[in-house]
């Protein structure tokens, strides 16, 4: 009977608190502004870019799209043409040559191609935009795995939305970002229940950033047992039971 007494206040004990799930719990705080934390372009980045003038014919040398991107449907935009960005942080540009765009942000690499066609084109538009911008979610989520965006706007809280929320096994402040800078790779670590987490530097994810959620020791636990423990650990509560009704 003691057993039994010990198992319940146990079971109690493990039971989670509300602020171990709450999440941006705390005093009121101002959010980041975007632009402190805007994605750079990076090695391996694919950039559509498309340009715009008053005479349609100036654009032609710079608009034309390749075999690959007509036979694999990639045509959201029918004058946008695709660039790899090389492990240099190059493009290779008609005409122009290469351009270092690496370690810039969208606008400013629009800035400074749009400078350069200036030269051949009268007062050109540039518009680029990233056609690969990926993050991956894994860990204590509902549905774990990479997503490609339409933008580079998104915040930690959006990514984890798409990956379902996290599970009532994931540890809300047991998030780790990954995130490569410079060529080298950074862990910052991340509590859903805090506001500080609107002013972190991953806040708003970058390019191939990795978000993992940590499992609770409840998770890892059950991990550790196999199905049949399970079906010995319900028959010891069963024939436990029966002991408890006899010796009354």
Do not use: H
């Not at 694999?72 to 935009?77: E, L």
């Not at 998104?154 to 379902?164: D, F, H, K, P, Y």
């Not at 402040?173 to 805090?194: A, C, F, M």
């Amino acid at each position: 009977m003691k057993f039994l007494i010990l198992t319940f206040v146990l079971i109690i004990s493990s039971c989670a608190k509300r602020t171990e799930l709450i999440y941006l719990q705390g005093d009121q705080q101002s959010i980041t502004k975007y632009e402190e934390y805007i994605p750079k372009i990076q090695s391996a980045d694919m950039l559509a870019i498309s340009i715009t003038a008053a005479d349609v014919r100036a654009t032609d040398p710079f608009n034309q799209q390749s075999v690959y991107q007509m036979n694999s449907g990639m045509q959201n935009n029918p004058y946008a043409k695709f660039y790899n960005v090389d492990q240099n942080g190059d493009i290779n540009y008609p005409v122009i040559g290469k351009i270092k765009v690496g370690g810039l942000t969208r606008v400013e690499a629009e800035t400074l191609l749009k400078e350069k066609l200036s030269k051949y084109i009268v007062n050109p538009g540039v518009n680029i935009s990233y056609t690969n911008f990926k993050i991956t979610v894994l860990g204590e989520v509902t549905k774990p795995g990479s997503f490609t965006l339409p933008n580079e706007r998104v915040t930690i809280l959006e990514a984890i939305g798409m990956a379902g929320d996290l599970t009532i096994n994931g540890v809300r402040n047991g998030i780790t970002v990954i995130r490569e800078q410079n060529g080298e790779k950074k862990t910052y670590n991340v509590d859903l229940r805090s506001k500080d987490i609107l002013n972190s530097p991953v806040y708003y994810l970058a390019q191939n950033d990795v978000v993992y959620v940590e499992p609770n020791n409840a998770k890892v636990t059950s991990s550790k047992y196999t199905p049949n423990y399970t079906i010995w650990a319900s028959l010891a509560g069963v024939i436990i039971s029966v002991i408890a009704v006899i010796s009354r």
